[in-house]
């Protein structure tokens, strides 16, 4: 706003005049000095008080409170060269603010209102302080409250007009999209079983990269993977164990795991007095598990149509890890399966949002689940020229944004997040990790496997995560990077998060040093460690990156954990697949 929309613009072409010649709508700056200062006011009223004196009424052009200045007829001042119309003036009051308390999400305006070319400039409180509300990467610094009630206490006389917006307390709409919080996180990686055994792997600095040792990888070019550490058959009762792919065991063993950290009773929905078909399932995965259809192809071979188990169509769909998930713990709500290459499981913890917020489930278990370490894969992956290689014993052969990176180490595993309504989590007095404030997608349209270099796709979804969850990029106080440690992967998302970003430097780490590329479960794994670092204030190092190459420009937490920054509340989970699928997710930390 530059001007009141009731005044014209007022082009300034100063001159000098007596007061003698000042008519109501000139105008008028009392000195050349004001002039020069920018600082006007229009003449709204003229009374003669004697042969020799004029009392004239001032009001600033864009709006404000009257002053009176008596001047002497032969006086010397400075008019713009234009009337206005005096009565399309408004006369306007700035509140006093000494008694408020100011909350966040208030917005202030201020407008120097004598200058007739002045712009409004607004002011959001956010954190304890205010910012400029256009300024999105938040490099025009802040100002506090005592700024803003001084602004307000001296607009009058300083020629301001100062507005004052609280935040709306808005009333609960049954139709309104819902607020989605988290309440349990359970994982499976190759740095053991359990989110408690992935979160002190992560900030200990270590990796769950190991040599493929079994016979079926022999003659292999590269022979490594990020394989979780124990039997997860093993953890579950025989009989259920033989009828799920080694997928869908990571799955419902990180489900069970969630399950029970978000507060609810073992055995399902019914043991925690929930109806069944208001709970969800939404998990990713590219495959599932690729080794049932191999197995089933090999024995095939060997024995013929009698060797292959009646098993191996059902055990072989990626929607295993759903089914089953839904089966051990009585959800019939929904059991949903996204398949998006490495994006899959950051975009089926989005879609399991949308879920809850519009009212379609209360509670969902959401997340990734993956198992594609076989011979075929990794030959294939191998020949793409797309994997790292190297001695796990010395470190970890994945270099995230590292000078020296040269690929990605194939990794499996799960993560599951539970995700309910907030009004659902607060009724039964669950313990709530963050919110899961928004997410964002979008596609390169680019190449079958590479991405594009550009990272305008990668920027668009970051971008649009952002505005789901209603957030600035001022607000982001971490990223939880996609960094697979390929050459040109992880300088497309350095790009992106710096156009995105700006200037501003953000601590961002990426976790594939340590666990290798969990492929579809890599979002599931990804959120729950992000969700970790709100929790806990620190953000976990990045491995295996001893120097960072010069061209990824961003602020790479490497050494030792960092703490979280205290002023901002987002943090911002990637996942970018093979045909240019992107997936964001944003979590917002909650009081």
């Known amino acids: ?91 306007v009051t700035s509140p006093a603010l000494d008694g408020v308390g100011f909350r966040d999400g208030d917005r202030v305006s201020s407008l120097r209102a004598v200058d007739p070319e002045a712009v409004e400039v607004t002011y959001v409180r956010r954190w304890g302080s205010w910012r400029r509300e256009a300024d999105e990467e938040g490099t025009a610094g802040t100002v506090t409250d005592a700024d803003v009630r001084r602004w307000a206490a001296e607009a009058d006389r300083e020629g301001l007009v100062v507005r004052y917006e609280p935040r709306p307390v808005r009333a609960p709409e049954a139709a309104g999209a819902r607020r989605v919080v ?12 359990g989110a408690g055994e992935l979160w002190r792997g992560l900030l200990e600095g270590r990796h769950g990269v190991r040599e493929l040792t079994g016979e079926e990888f022999d003659g292999l070019p590269v022979r490594i993977a990020g394989t979780v550490p124990v039997d997860p058959a093993g953890l579950l009762p025989r009989p259920a164990a033989r009828r799920m792919n080694r997928a869908a065991q990571f799955a419902v063993l990180a489900a069970r795991e969630a399950w029970a950290d978000a507060g609810y009773a073992d055995g ?39 060797g292959v188990s009646p098993l191996t169509t059902p055990m072989t769909v990626p929607s295993q890890a759903a089914s089953q998930v839904s089966l051990d713990l009585h959800i019939t709500g929904e059991a949903r399966t996204v398949t998006s290459a ?27 689940a993956e198992a594609v370490i076989t011979p075929a894969i990794m030959a294939s992956f191998a020949a793409m020229r797309a994997l790292a290689d190297g001695d796990p014993s010395g470190g970890s052969p994945s270099r995230p944004f590292g000078k020296d990176r040269d690929g ?43 991405p594009d270099p550009s990272g305008g796709g990668i920027a668009l979804a970051l971008r649009r995560a952002l505005q789901d969850a209603e957030g600035h990029v001022a607000d982001v106080v971490h990223v939880n990077a996609h960094a697979t440690a390929t050459v040109d992967g992880d ?101």
């Open 1 to 91: 706003m530059t001007h009141s929309p009731e005044t014209p613009e007022v082009p300034i072409r100063p001159y000098a005049v007596t007061a003698a010649e000042v008519v109501p709508g000139d105008l008028l700056a009392l000195s050349r000095e004001d002039a020069e200062r920018h600082r006007w006011h229009v003449v709204t009223h003229t009374l003669p008080e004697t042969p020799e004196v004029i009392r004239v009424t001032l009001r600033p052009p864009l709006g404000g409170t009257d002053r009176e200045e008596v001047l002497r007829r032969e006086q010397r001042v400075t008019v713009a060269g234009r009337r206005m119309d005096a009565a399309a003036v408004p006369l």
């Open 182 to 193: 988290v309440t349990g996180l359970g994982a499976v990686t190759p740095l053991g079983v």
């Open 268 to 306: 399902g929905t019914r043991e925690s007095g929930l109806d069944p078909e208001r709970v969800g399932v939404s998990l990713g995965a590219i495959l599932g598990d690729a080794s049932v259809l191999v197995g089933g192809d090999r024995k095939l071979r060997e024995k013929g149509p009698r």
């Open 342 to 368: 490495c994006a899959s499981g950051t975009e089926a913890i989005g879609q399991a949002v949308d879920r809850i917020r519009h009212g379609r489930v209360d509670v969902a278990l959401a997340g990734g």
């Open 408 to 450: 990605f180490v194939n990794g499996e595993g799960a993560g599951v997040l539970v995700l309910e309504s907030e009004e659902h989590a607060r009724a039964r007095g669950a313990r709530v990790y963050c919110e899961a404030a928004g997410w964002g997608l979008s596609t390169d349209a680019h190449h079958m496997a590479a």
């Open 491 to 591: 300088l497309a998302e350095a790009r992106a998060l710096r156009g995105v970003l700006g200037r501003r430097d953000v601590p961002v780490t990426a976790l594939k040093g340590h666990l290798g590329h969990l492929q579809g479960a890599a979002g599931g794994v990804e959120a729950v460690a992000a969700v970790l670092t709100l929790h806990h204030g620190v953000v976990p190092p990045t491995i295996g990156c001893a120097e960072v190459d010069d061209a990824i420009d961003l602020d790479v937490v490497r050494g030792a954990p960092r703490a979280l920054p205290g002023t901002g509340d987002l943090v911002l989970s990637n996942s970018f697949g093979f045909g240019g699928h992107n997936a964001v997710l944003a979590l917002r930390r909650v009081a």
